[in-house]
Every structure is written in structure tokens, then in C-alpha cells.
């Protein structure tokens, strides 16, 4: 069991907007503005989309944003795309281990 | 341009000791922290632990605490993971990433294509 929870799977039609979540505690994305998120295709390496909760690095897609309420970050990524099918996950330090990062579970984004 | 290049697939028995590599190369190694993130068949991504090579301050998840050793070589700008006895449950991919650690920044941005382990008798 992961420590940050996410959906294992969510699915949405080419050209619509889908929102990934990622639910902690105060401890963690509920206490500090350092939630990240990647992408992973099958058989590659992850890629950063969004780092603390809202940046996006140079190059992602502006479809790709980030936001967060309380305990729980979210992923939302507007007008499906083919290449968006893939695996996300989120990730957040924890004020409980200062040895770590938490990761989500992953969540697999289907296309239809 | 920022690269990590990691070393090839390894195929190894239970209990033989495994050293794979990741080399750093398109920006200053001693200034960032590596991280290494095992990702099991099918599974999920896992915090292993990270070394810092300007001075080696090097953190363990305690869930990989005891089992591996991360270190660094900074004369060849290179971050190792080693294994003294493997087992069948170390199969996996196991992944290097450039990891801001600290100073308001906790994230990775580079990540090497990972060097898978198979451990088998």
C-alpha cells in the first residue's frame, strides 16, 4: 500500500479534460507546496510534468496543470491527446521521514 | 544537455553481490542529489534512498535501509547501487534521477532509462 493513494486507473475521450488525484495527510501534500507528478509510457523512464504542485517545466505541455486542496493534489490534463495514455504518478515530502519522498500508487490514464 | 546514463541489464543467482551505475554528465555532478527508485514488475515506483556527491551525504528509505549501498564517484561523476546478496525479490527496474533535495525544492528532473535486474536461480 502506497502512501500517497491514487485512482488505479481513469479514462477520457480524445479532446476532453480528465483530473488525476492524489490524496496524504497534513504531514505531507497537506503540509508543504512540494507535489510532483510523472508521466510514464510503457517500457520508459518517468518524466516530470509538474513540480511543486503548480510549476511546469520547460517543455511539458501547457494542456498539464497542477493544483491542490487541503490533503489532496490533482493533475488535470486538458484536451486528450493519444500520447497522454500512460502512467501517472504523484509524489510529495513528508515531514515524518526527512529521508524520503512519498510516492503515489500510479494511475493509469487510458484514452479513449 | 543534462544526461544519466545508466549501466546494461544484469542477469545474477541469489546471493551474488551486483554494483550497477548511473553516469552524470551535461552538469555539475557535485552540485545535485541522485536519487534511485525501484520500480518492480508491474508495480509502482519506490524511494530507494540518495547521495549527495560533493560531500557523500548519503539517506536511506527505511524500507531499502541495510539491503543496498548508494555511493558515488566524483572523479567520473557517477552514482553506483550495490547489492552483498541478492535476492529474487530485488528483480526489478531500478531507475537514477537527478533529484532536487532540500532548499525549498524536492522533485526529480532527469531521470537515466533504467537498468533492469534479474535475479534468478
Known amino acids: 500500500q502506497s502512501a500517497l493513494t491514487q485512482p488505479a486507473s481513469v479514462s477520457g475521450s480524445r479532446g476532453q479534460s480528465i483530473t488525476i488525484s492524489c490524496t496524504g495527510t497534513?504531514?505531507?501534500?497537506?503540509?508543504?507546496?512540494?507535489v510532483s507528478w510523472y508521466q510514464q509510457h510503457p517500457g520508459k523512464a518517468p518524466k516530470l510534468m509538474i513540480y511543486q504542485v503548480t510549476n511546469r517545466p520547460s517543455g511539458v505541455s501547457n494542456r498539464f496543470s497542477g493544483s491542490k486542496s487541503g490533503s489532496t493534489a490533482s493533475l488535470t490534463i486538458s484536451g486528450l491527446q493519444a500520447e497522454d495514455e500512460a502512467d501517472y504518478y504523484c509524489?510529495?515530502?513528508?515531514?515524518?521521514?526527512?529521508?524520503?519522498?512519498?510516492f503515489g500508487g500510479g494511475t493509469k490514464l487510458t484514452v479513449l | 544537455e543534462v544526461q544519466l546514463e545508466q549501466s546494461g541489464a544484469e542477469v545474477k543467482r541469489p546471493g551474488e553481490s551486483l554494483k550497477i551505475s548511473c553516469k552524470s554528465s551535461g552538469y555539475t555532478f557535485t552540485n545535485y542529489w541522485i536519487a534511485w527508485v525501484r520500480q518492480m514488475p508491474g508495480k509502482g515506483l519506490e524511494y530507494m534512498g540518495i547521495i549527495y556527491p560533493g560531500d557523500s551525504d548519503t539517506r536511506y528509505s527505511p524500507s531499502f535501509q541495510g539491503q543496498v549501498t548508494i555511493s558515488a564517484d566524483k572523479s567520473i561523476s557517477t552514482a553506483y547501487l550495490q547489492w552483498s546478496s541478492l535476492k529474487a525479490s530485488d528483480t526489478a527496474m531500478y531507475y537514477c534521477a537527478r533529484h532536487f533535495w532540500g532548499r525549498g525544492e524536492y522533485y526529480f528532473d532527469y531521470w537515466g532509462r533504467g537498468t533492469l535486474v534479474t535475479v534468478s536461480s
Open positions: 497534513t504531514s505531507d501534500i497537506g503540509g508543504y507546496n512540494y
Open positions: 509524489s510529495s515530502y513528508t515531514g515524518i521521514n526527512s529521508n524520503i519522498l512519498l
